[in-house]
Structures are given as C-alpha cells and as structure tokens.
C-alpha cells in the first residue's frame, strides 16, 4: 500500500507490524465518516441513526443481524466480480463497504446482549 497515515488523525494505537491492518481500518473508518457513507447514507444524522443501523433494528433480532450478514456477503461478491473485471480500486471500495457493515453487525450484536441483559 502507497498510502500513509497521517500519525495525527490516526484512531488506533499502532502497533509494530499491524501497519497495514490500521491502514485498511482506518481508510474504513474514513469512507464511513468522510466519503460515501457520509455523502449518500448520513444525511447529517449520527453513525447509530443512520440506515445501516436503522435497519435492523427495525427488522429486530436476529433477522437484524442477518440482515447485515447479507449485505456483508453482497459487497463481498461485488468486490470479487469487480476484481475479476480488473475493477480493483472499485473492488477495493466495495471491501471497505463490506468492513462497515461488519462493524455494524458487531455493534448491532452489542446491542442484542443488552437487550438479554448480559
């Protein structure tokens, strides 16, 4: 990878030889919060009010979690077909996506504990 991070902006701590892990979470992040996410999906509206947290919860449970599951999945299978059409920065993109929506699923599994009361 080319591209370094600024040590100012950076949210994870690093740690030797997990550069490249922070780059990929982090470009994640920024792609949740500065770019496409923001621009298309926020709507001037926090991470946990957006739709990709919305959603599931409307849909509650499980079948919430497996809604997420399945968008991971999606973007999963979109960044290979791009990949195989040697799209590979829109692939990548498409990863990026993939790593926000698990995130959201593991906060949205967060919340189902809390509502188990664990």
């Not at 780059?23 to 994640?28: M, T």
């Not at 599951?69 to 799209?87: D, H, I, L, P």
């Not at 990548?92 to 664990?118: M, P, T, V």
Request: charged share 25%.
């Amino acid at each position: 990878m080319t591209r370094k991070l600024d040590p100012t902006l950076d949210i994870l701590d690093p740690v030797p030889g997990y550069e490249s892990l922070q780059l990929v979470l982090k470009l994640a992040y920024e792609q949740a919060a500065q770019g496409k996410g923001k621009e298309r999906h926020a709507g001037g509206r926090i991470f946990d009010n957006q739709p990709i947290m919305t959603i599931p919860r409307t849909m509650g449970g499980i079948a919430g979690l497996g809604g997420l599951a399945y968008q991971v999945n999606k973007k999963t299978t979109e960044a290979v077909n791009m990949a195989v059409r040697g799209q590979i920065d829109a692939a990548q993109r498409e990863f990026l996506g993939a790593i926000n929506y698990l995130a959201a699923a593991y906060l949205y599994a967060e919340s189902l504990k809390k509502e188990d009361g664990k």
